[in-house]
């Protein structure tokens, strides 16, 4: 088995000497220890050494790519094919695919090369003799500096960076001078409190207290070139009766060179944006006619660079900016949002609330088309932008005159109403519509209230008397039946005993204690 070995002063081609020993992978490190060991497993064969440090970035860049460079192809038809039979190892999987097509060389990589690959560069100054440590550390050094600014230089995406830093400093810019204005008119309002309710523009208002300064100077300056006369005459007559505190020199000084700063940074403001409108139209005109630099830029800021935000899809495009609702939306179980930075965006400004989301659907799809066409394609027109702005607008149209037409149409079969007849009507006027308050008081009275809880307690007494005796009537049923049986038939006794005729004394008398006996006998029967 070969292995080809790539380092920062040339190529290398070692031979394996026990091949065995390679299959055991975990231990295989312990091979490489010392140079005595690794001179063991493999042996140098042949070394390629770069003349420069030109054909040594050639070679570099030929091996991060996957590619065959020329020196490279005629090492290996010179060394390699006079052993054809034997396997290479390689440190590329891409890089030995085109090995085989072009060369017809079996070409091998697996976990077990690497292991080889990493045990020979740990002992390459064993094994490469005539290359010192300095010389191979000052080699690696020079290949890894040519090779990041070789990177830097020919990188596609370089331009994109412009517009990222620009777009960036632009919102830096936006915060300072809000806090910078917000300081001070803070600051001068102790002063002159009424000039910040008289000029609204932050740019004039700076503008014209550098040249005034103190507020008594009003009545003798004249501000015709930053205010108009209207607001100027306000500003003089506020500028006598102020509530304000008096003020030093230096505290209107140290005023006068904050607002000079504000100036500059406005002014430094504007030239900003138009260079960053002059590079979005430069890069990515389409998307610029669709969007408008300040949201494109934001776009492919967020993105990271123009042909990064070419590869997202139009869904993605959507909702950029918006990935914290997305994820909100999505762990709570609620409405994801319907648009992120593409909000900004003039059409989707003027579109009602109800449409808004369509109308960012369907920009969102155009633009991911857009800047698709800007990245990747050749021409620099912007006529696809111009076309598909056009039919997102006539689509908005179309919207919001759908809505017209039904409401024209509904208006049509209503106006088609009977004519106007006038009836006179006498109407009496209601003086109880005057008072808002109740004509009867809505509170109880307290004897009201008892007299309402003693009904319903005398109601739930009823109620459960009558429970009562539907239960102790249902109970008695069945004895009352009995005694109705036993009743009769004592009365059936009496009438025979009294239909015999009369006795003697003695046999009255048996025949009553007779009586009493069955009488006796009967209630105990009952009981």
């Given amino acids: 088995m070969l292995v080809l070995f790539e380092t920062a002063a040339g190529y290398a081609i070692f031979k394996v000497l026990n091949e065995k020993k390679l299959q055991e992978v975990d231990s295989l490190w312990k091979e490489f220890e010392t140079p005595e060991k690794a001179n063991k497993i493999v042996k140098l064969k042949h070394f390629e050494k770069f003349q420069d440090t030109t054909e040594a970035l050639a070679a570099s860049t030929a091996l991060v790519e996957g590619k065959l460079s020329k020196n490279l192809k005629k090492i290996l038809k010179k060394i390699v094919a006079k052993d054809a039979h034997e396997q290479l190892a390689v440190a590329d999987a891409k890089l030995g695919g085109v090995i085989k097509d072009k060369l017809n060389l079996s070409c091998i990589h697996s976990p077990m090369v690497t292991e080889l690959m990493r045990g020979i560069r740990s002992q390459i100054e064993g094994l490469i003799t005539g290359l010192p440590s300095r010389e191979m550390a000052a080699m690696c050094l020079g290949l890894a500096h040519s090779l990041s600014r070789y990177k830097l230089k020919f990188s596609p995406d370089k331009v994109d960076t412009m517009i990222i830093q620009a777009i960036s400093l632009l919102d830096d810019l936006d915060k300072e001078l809000n806090n910078y204005i917000m300081r001070c008119r803070e600051w001068y309002g102790w002063h002159f409190p009424e000039l910040g309710k008289i000029i609204t523009d932050n740019l004039t208002y700076c503008k014209c207290v550098r040249k005034v300064g103190d507020r008594t100077n009003f009545a003798s300056s004249d501000v015709s070139d930053i205010l108009p006369e209207e607001i100027e005459e306000d500003v003089k007559a506020a500028a006598e009766i102020s509530m304000g505190t008096e003020v030093s020199e230096e505290d209107i000084n140290n005023i006068i060179h904050l607002c000079d700063q504000v100036i500059e940074i406005s002014e430094y ?190 109601k739930a007494k009823k109620l459960k008397a009558e429970m009562k005796e539907e239960t102790t009537v249902e109970d008695d049923e069945p004895v009352k039946k009995k005694k109705k049986k036993k009743d009769k038939e004592k009365q059936a006794e009496e009438e025979e005993v009294l239909n015999e005729e009369p006795p003697t004394s003695p046999t009255v008398e048996n025949t009553e204690k007779k009586k009493k006996k069955k009488k006796k006998t009967k209630d105990e029967d009952e009981d």
């Fill in 269 to 458: 403001r504007t030239q900003l944006y138009d260079y960053l409108k002059n590079r979005m139209m430069a890069i990515a005109p389409n998307l610029t006619v669709m969007v408008g630099e300040l949201v494109g830029a934001r776009l492919i800021a967020h993105a990271g660079s123009l042909l990064n935000l070419a590869k997202h899809p139009a869904s993605t495009v959507q909702l950029l900016g918006a990935e914290k609702a997305l994820f909100r939306a999505l762990k709570t179980k609620r409405d994801t949002p319907k648009f992120g930075l593409i909000y900004h965006a003039s059409l989707v400004g003027q579109t009602n609330t109800k449409n808004k989301g369509k109308i960012s659907r369907m920009l969102a799809a155009k633009t991911a088309l857009t800047i698709r066409y800007d990245a990747l394609g050749e021409s620099t027109s912007a006529e696809m932008g111009a076309e598909n702005r056009l039919k997102v607008e006539t689509r908005l149209r179309l919207l919001e005159e759908r809505g017209i037409r039904r409401i024209s149409g509904t208006g049509k079969a209503l106006a088609r109403t009977d004519k106007y007849q006038n009836k006179s009507e006498v109407k009496i006027f209601d003086p109880s519509g005057d008072s808002t308050l109740p004509a009867v008081s809505k509170k109880r009275k307290i004897q009201e209230v008892e007299d309402q809880d003693t009904e319903v307690a005398v």
